[in-house]
């Protein structure tokens, strides 16, 4: 299925600097579970990285193995720059629907809510298809539906429980208690693992 936002369409909000999505730093919900992982071995893929805060967090706390992914030449190559002891192999300028992998645990940040509804369920399947058996996705999700057409795309627990429970044994999918200020009382924070 064609995504509507290609790389030109995000290389032109990273030139214009419109990237309302970018908090600046890693999310604290993300950021609480990356701590409680005591086994750094585990081979991580962050899709839709951008500017990649949460790879810089973990790889700094001793993660070696977590892989980067975004569309966009620009935040991949800034990341690079101001992390310079991050593998360069480990960075992937590519659609995340045609890259290749198997990885123990693929972390969600705004990149589901940026994608067209219409492909949900392909990144369902994808996500699925790069996770090794009993493999995590693990993330936040806008608990809140948008006043505008996005991206960010909006939904609701119902609605992401009706994606993912075909693929996944959701192990959990609750509102967020440690959102930042600013979207506080709109995420949903999961964990869902491949049956």
């Excluded at 790389?7 to 999505?21: A, K, L, S, V």
């Excluded at 935040?75 to 991050?86: A, D, G, M, T, W």
């Excluded at 993330?139 to 909006?154: A, M």
Aim: hydrophobic share 35%.
């Amino acid at each position: 299925m064609e995504n509507p936002f290609d790389e030109t369409y995000w290389t032109n909000r990273y030139n214009e600097n419109h990237i309302g999505w970018d908090i600046g730093f890693i999310s604290t919900p993300i950021k609480q579970y990356l701590d409680q992982i005591s086994e750094k071995s585990k081979t991580i893929l962050i899709p839709g990285a951008g500017n990649a805060y949460e790879a810089a967090y973990a790889f700094e706390k001793g993660f070696k193995n977590i892989h980067i992914l975004d569309f966009s030449r620009i935040p991949i190559e800034k990341f690079l720059k101001e992390n310079p002891e991050f593998p360069v192999s480990q960075a992937h300028v590519e659609d995340f629907f045609s890259h290749e992998g198997e990885y123990d645990l693929i972390l969600e940040q705004t990149f589901f809510c940026a994608l067209h509804p219409k492909l949900r369920q392909e990144y369902i399947q994808k996500a699925d298809s790069l996770l090794k058996t009993g493999g995590k996705m693990v993330g936040v999700l806008f608990n809140h539906y948008f006043q505008f057409d996005g991206p960010p795309f909006g939904g609701d627990r119902a609605s992401y429980l009706h994606y993912f429970e075909k693929t996944f044994e959701i192990i959990t999918m609750q509102p967020c208690h440690n959102s930042i200020p600013d979207r506080a009382g709109m995420e949903l924070f999961f964990i869902a693992r491949k049956k």
